[in-house]
């Protein structure tokens, strides 16, 4: 089983950055493809990027592309989101993620670990 355990959220000026950590623990997800999603209040879960397991594949949600990114240190069994010129509809909960394949995947559904979260409050 893995345990994954979000941090670096925090309150920031719209155009600012912040960088979120994902320590996974319990065994290696050096073979999972992994992601980052958010929610906000009142609204759905959506996925902001994801990676592969080996060859650093990414994929984003087109309302981050260009500002956030993704990415992994397999040593270290971490997952890093960095997010630039951030917005006040960036603010939600942020929860990393973990899913049992190789390749980049996009679908909510392929996700089978989640941590608990780490609020990111963008103020305008």
């Known amino acids: 089983q893995v345990q994954l355990v979000e941090s670096g959220g925090g309150v920031v000026q719209a155009g600012g950055s912040l960088r979120l950590s994902c320590a996974a623990s319990?065994?290696?997800?050096?073979?999972?493809?992994m992601g980052w999603f958010r929610q906000a209040p009142g609204k759905e879960r959506e996925i902001v990027a994801a990676?592969?397991?080996?060859?650093?594949?990414?994929g984003y949600a087109d309302s981050v592309r260009g500002r956030f990114t993704i990415s992994r240190d397999n040593a270290k069994n971490t997952v890093y989101l960095q997010m630039d010129s951030l917005k006040p509809e960036d603010t939600a909960v942020y929860f990393c993620?973990?899913?049992?394949?190789?390749?980049?995947?996009?679908?909510?559904?392929?996700?089978?670990?989640w941590g608990q979260g780490t609020q990111v409050t963008v103020s305008s």
């Open positions: 990676i592969s397991c080996c060859d650093r594949t990414t």
């Open positions: 993620a973990a899913a049992p394949y190789q390749l980049v995947t996009m679908n909510t559904a392929d996700f089978k670990s």
């Open positions: 319990g065994r290696t997800v050096s073979g999972y493809a």
